[in-house]
């Protein structure tokens, strides 16, 4: 995903170049005071815009008043805690959207799980989810035709994963922080031998495996070191596989 600097450098560049035509990209790469190709590689999203090229486009004097502050808001805007990447202006969904297609996937978890049918009343007493919001997820799941509804009105999984909407994908993916922080702090509090997992399948591109590689690693290792600092000691087994699907499949 396009880190939202590279937006704003492209800008200023053209701003500049708007008010004097000979100016060029090698010109713009001397003013930031970095090598021209690793600022072309940046701009063709061929390379990542990491902190030290951050810290050194933010230590450039040649940049106006106007263009840092637009600079140090992107960077503001695409922190991250694990990931130091986030694009704001990538998300189609609100918090409350978000949150609610969250519940879906822990209530398709639950019953992918357990194979056994659970009827709306208990399912949401287990989700913690009031009527509405219960009746929402699993229209949506239904829709989905991710589960079923038996004869006897009770729900049950219908299959083996949820396939989703590249926007809803990319909104779940830059929220997997803050789900893996509640969902952590909720298995301290409910953790009684219970498993908690999942399916969700993305089509990604080999760049964007190589990143979600990156974000699993980093968030695992948050969860294992809260872990092991924390009072009460319980053991976790947490298993992420990121692999290839053909297309066919």
Same mark, same amino acid.
């Given at each position: 995903?396009?880190?939202?600097?590279?937006?704003?450098?492209? %800008?200023?560049? @053209?701003?500049?170049?708007?008010?004097? &035509? *000979?100016?060029?990209?090698?010109?713009?790469?001397?003013?930031?005071?970095?090598? &021209?190709?690793?600022?072309?590689?940046?701009?063709?999203?061929?390379?990542?815009?990491?902190?030290?090229?951050?810290?050194?486009?933010? *230590?450039?004097?040649?940049?106006?008043?106007? +263009?840092?502050?637009?600079?140090?808001?992107?960077?503001?805007? %695409?922190?991250? &805690?694990?990931?130091?990447?986030?694009? @704001?202006?990538?998300?189609?969904?609100?918090?409350? /959207?978000?949150?609610?297609?969250?519940?879906?996937?822990?209530?398709?978890?639950?019953?992918?799980?357990?194979?056994?049918?659970? %009827? +709306?009343?208990?399912?949401?007493?287990?989700?913690? =989810?009031?009527?509405?919001?219960?009746?929402?997820?699993?229209?949506?799941?239904?829709?989905? *035709?991710?589960?079923?509804?038996?004869?006897?009105?009770?729900?049950?999984?219908?299959?083996?994963?949820?396939? !989703?909407?590249?926007?809803?994908?990319?909104?779940?993916?830059?929220?997997?922080?803050?789900?893996?922080? @509640?969902?952590?702090?909720? %298995?301290?509090?409910?953790?009684?031998?219970?498993? =908690?997992?999942?399916?969700?399948?993305?089509? =990604?591109? /080999?760049?964007?495996? *190589?990143?979600?590689?990156?974000?699993?690693?980093?968030? !695992?290792?948050?969860?294992?070191?809260?872990?092991?600092?924390?009072? /009460?000691?319980?053991?976790?087994?947490?298993?992420?596989?990121?692999? &290839?699907?053909?297309?066919?499949?």
């Amino acid at each position: 995903m396009k880190h939202q600097i590279v937006g704003v450098l492209t %800008s200023i560049f @053209n701003k500049r170049k708007q008010r004097n &035509p *000979k100016y060029s990209l090698r010109s713009f790469a001397r003013d930031l005071e970095i090598s &021209p190709g690793r600022l072309s590689r940046i701009l063709n999203e061929k390379d990542e815009p990491g902190p030290k090229f951050i810290d050194a486009i933010l *230590k450039t004097k040649t940049l106006g008043p106007a +263009e840092r502050e637009e600079i140090q808001k992107s960077v503001q805007n %695409s922190r991250n &805690p694990f990931t130091h990447i986030r694009d @704001n202006e990538e998300l189609s969904l609100d918090k409350d /959207e978000i949150q609610i297609i969250w519940s879906c996937m822990a209530i398709f978890s639950l019953l992918n799980a357990h194979r056994k049918g659970f %009827s +709306e009343h208990v399912i949401g007493e287990r989700m913690g =989810l009031n009527k509405t919001e219960t009746k929402e997820c699993l229209a949506f799941l239904l829709k989905n *035709k991710a589960i079923k509804q038996t004869a006897n009105g009770d729900y049950v999984s219908a299959t083996d994963k949820v396939m !989703l909407p590249r926007k809803q994908m990319v909104d779940l993916y830059y929220s997997h922080v803050d789900f893996l922080k @509640n969902t952590f702090a909720r %298995s301290q509090e409910i953790a009684r031998g219970e498993t =908690l997992y999942g399916n969700m399948t993305a089509a =990604l591109t /080999e760049e964007s495996v *190589k990143k979600v590689k990156k974000i699993l690693i980093a968030a !695992l290792t948050k969860i294992t070191k809260e872990a092991s600092t924390a009072g /009460e000691k319980r053991v976790f087994h947490i298993l992420a596989e990121v692999f &290839p699907v053909d297309k066919g499949q």
